[in-house]
Nanobody, 115 residues
């Protein structure tokens, strides 16, 4: 059974930082491109950052320079380090695992940025 379990969400003040983690099981982690997406109420799910199985990264323009995605294959985890958070970053953040054949999602973790 495939599981992607996110952790690390919470409430933070504007300008603060959070670190999201996603632990994967049930997949051959090294073969998957991993990503973080977010979906705010009333909006479509959008890509935040992704990292290929080879380590290449891609970021949404709005988070470049503030967010960093990384993966640790030995621990089967992918992390999203978020700095200088803004109220518009408030959303549910989802971990994704994608291969040429499969596409898996976690349950999501809430991030709220508010004073």
């Amino acid at each position: 059974q495939v599981q992607l379990v996110e952790s690390g969400g919470g409430l933070v003040q504007p300008g603060g930082s959070l670190r999201l983690s996603c632990a994967a099981s049930g997949i051959i982690f090294n073969f998957y491109d991993m990503g973080w997406y977010r979906q705010a109420p009333g909006k479509e799910r959008e890509l935040v950052a992704s990292i290929t199985f080879g380590g290449s990264t891609n970021y949404a323009d709005s988070v470049k320079g503030r967010f960093t995605i990384s993966r640790e294959n030995a621990k089967r985890t992918v992390t999203l380090q978020m700095y200088n958070l803004k109220p518009e970053n408030t959303s549910v953040y989802y971990c994704s695992a994608r291969s040429t054949r499969n596409d898996y999602w976690g349950q999501g973790t809430q991030v709220a940025v508010s004073s």
